[in-house]
């Protein structure tokens, strides 16, 4: 294991529904991001979270919508998601943001959208 | 663009052979690398990183990479393969012009067989 936890594992929602994924990293680390992963697609960083301030957000839809409430915790909330954002939900935490600071991923969030 | 590409969607190499998974990329300034693997129904696990020194970097299960400035390369390796290699591998760079950002190529497979 990794040291960082994704619940829940799966999760189906139609359109109009409110749910949030959410990571727990046991490192004590201080960056904690939010990737995507789609079959026959390169992984895509979604959010970057450093002493839980966002430091990055890649151009996401707002019905994608993150909260780091401490270092250890990062939620990912949705909402009226769409069916092309069925994906692999990735956490990932790292030491601090910088160059030479591997990252330790979760087992992911698989998503269905209905 | 800067980026970092794997030319292979999937290799195939018999156990006990040496295997390679190849990694090139596109970038200006000097790369920090990696190589991640993940395996079915799991998160990216780390393996090992370039960031200076040694071109030869050797990291987890066995599993080296050779960083060639000349041929922007940073391919993975492994001398014997065993079939528990099986798994999809990705290379990664990161850039301080991008922020830290760190940019995956799409994966290759890796298929070991007995």
């Known amino acids: ?114 | 663009a800067q980026s970092v590409a794997q030319p292979e969607d999937q290799v195939n190499v018999a156990e006990g052979n040496p295997l390679t998974v190849k990694c090139t990329y596109s970038v200006s300034g000097n790369p920090y690398l990696f190589w991640y693997v993940q395996y079915p129904n799991r998160g990216l696990q780390f393996l090992l990183k370039y960031i200076t020194g040694d071109n030869l970097v050797k990291g987890s299960y066995g599993f080296e990479a050779e960083f060639n400035k000349s041929q922007t390369s940073f391919h993975l390796k492994k001398p014997s393969a065993l079939v528990s290699d099986s798994a999809l591998y990705f290379c990664a760079v990161r850039l301080m012009e991008y922020g830290n950002k760190l940019v995956f190529g799409a994966g290759t497979i890796l298929r070991v067989k007995s």
């Open chain 1, 1 to 114: 294991e990794t040291g960082v936890t994704q619940t829940p594992r799966h999760l189906v929602m139609g359109m109009t529904n409110k749910k949030s994924l959410k990571c727990e990293q046991h490192l004590g680390h201080n960056a904690m991001y939010w990737y995507k992963q789609s079959a026959k697609k390169p992984l895509e960083l979604m959010f970057v979270y450093s002493l839980e301030e966002r430091v990055e957000n890649n151009s996401v839809p707002s019905r994608f919508s993150p909260e780091c409430p401490n270092s250890s915790h990062l939620f990912l909330h949705l909402h009226t998601l769409q069916p092309e954002d069925s994906a692999l939900y990735l956490c990932a935490s790292s030491q601090g943001p910088g160059r030479a600071d591997e990252q330790f991923f979760g087992p992911g969030t698989r998503l269905t959208v209905l």
